[in-house]
């Protein structure tokens, strides 16, 4: 029921920026730690960013000083504002979050379909 949908894709000439939104949807009662994943074509999934529910965040190195995560929690939503993209950065990016369905339940992990990235000129 729980679903992670996220927007914001598309193609980017390099230098430019791009805001992916990705927004919690069904039955949740606490979304812990969102963040966001990547993977390009023959590479492996990699943690792209990711903040916690008390705002702690944590950055590829490949991504510190040009990406920056936020989050809404009252709209369940986490953003990823991708600034000074390069071509590297083309990947489909996926949303994931640690979401509790009810209190005194544990936590599990969501994940989105995933939204296309490309940086081409």
């Known amino acids: 029921q729980v679903q992670l949908v996220e927007s914001g894709g598309g193609l980017v000439q390099p230098g430019g920026s791009l805001r992916l939104s990705c927004t919690g949807s069904g039955s949740i009662f606490s979304i812990n730690t969102m963040g966001w994943y990547r993977q390009a074509p023959g590479k492996q999934r990699e943690l792209v960013a990711a903040?916690?529910?008390?705002?702690?965040?944590n950055y590829a190195d490949s991504v510190k000083g040009r990406f920056t995560i936020a989050r809404d929690n009252a709209k369940n939503t986490v953003y990823l504002q991708m600034n000074s993209l390069k071509p590297e950065d083309t990947a489909v990016y996926y949303c994931n979050a640690d979401i509790q369905r009810w209190t005194g339940l544990r936590g599990r992990d969501y994940w989105g379909k995933g939204t296309q990235v490309t940086v081409s000129s």
């Open positions: 903040i916690t529910g008390g705002g702690s965040t």
